[in-house]
């Protein structure tokens, strides 16, 4: 039942018609009352994947909505599935990939920094505002973050317009942009030495003569117009858009991440809404296993009967490592 949900974004409303079909009368509340208690005794796992991830030294997040309940008003609320991610293929890193995803029920920075306390490093994101408090000195729960911004948004919004106005100034920055994109294809799954070294001496002087080419346009052009708007967004994001230039470790964006969200926008389309708040962390625990099992290789249904029978057996919390979907063994 887990994985036709969380995997093949089956909606309990759903499972229990087909279910009816064949005689087996299990009623939608019960299917949900099994999503929360098997979410309550993989909680540990899930925690020990959070803390694995946190010591990395780069990481990625993003945030999606998903409808929840509203006890008392008869209708959905907006909650937020905040995703943190680590994928080091890119450049050859040691550490499996892996992403969890936490419920919180709104969009505030503050619960950024508060799934993110414990790691310092690098964070690739898009440019939402919220993330700002991550980088100042009086952060919580860590030194000041680096950012790394998704230079896919910057494009984004210059397609935008281009598709809209065919404007040339937008196409001469897209063209811009694509140049970056064909020099980092050359090189992806290089080690971040060799990476770094490629990006100082080609992408960095086109980085450059893209920001000089940027600021021209921007003083040519209302910034109320439509394409005004877009340059003026890529201008305040331009800091952390020159940091992949200078770590060899970090992306051209943040794709990885986004493409790791996608599962749960297709399981938020199908489904009605999470009972409750619970209800929804209950949606990110499981999704963070069934995601994270399936980056590494590992089939979601195995992983998660052994798991959870493992977990039924009493084996001790010494041995929750052992848990980790990257760890998985069919025979074990």
Known sequence: ????????????????????RSGIDIHRSTLADWVGTAAFHLSPVVDRLAEHLKKSGKLFMDETTV?????????????????LARDDRGWGGDDPPGVVFTYAPGRAGQNAEQILQGFDGTLQLDGYAGYNRLTRPSRKGGTPITVAYCLAHARRKLNEVFDRDGSEIAAEGLRRIAEFYSIESEFRGMGPGQRLSARRTRTAPLIAEFGEWLQNQRCRMSSKSRLGEKLTYIHRQWSGLQTFPHDGRVEIDSNTVENLIRPIALTRKNALFAGHDEGGHAWGRIASLIATAKVNDVEPFAYHKATLEAIAAGNPANRIDDFLPWNFQPSS
């Open 67 to 83: 409808p929840v309940l509203d006890p008392g008003r008869g209708r959905t609320k907006t909650g937020y599935l905040w995703a």
């Open 1 to 20: 039942m887990l994985v036709s949900k969380f995997s093949d974004h089956l909606p309990l409303y759903r499972q229990s018609q087909i279910l009816a």
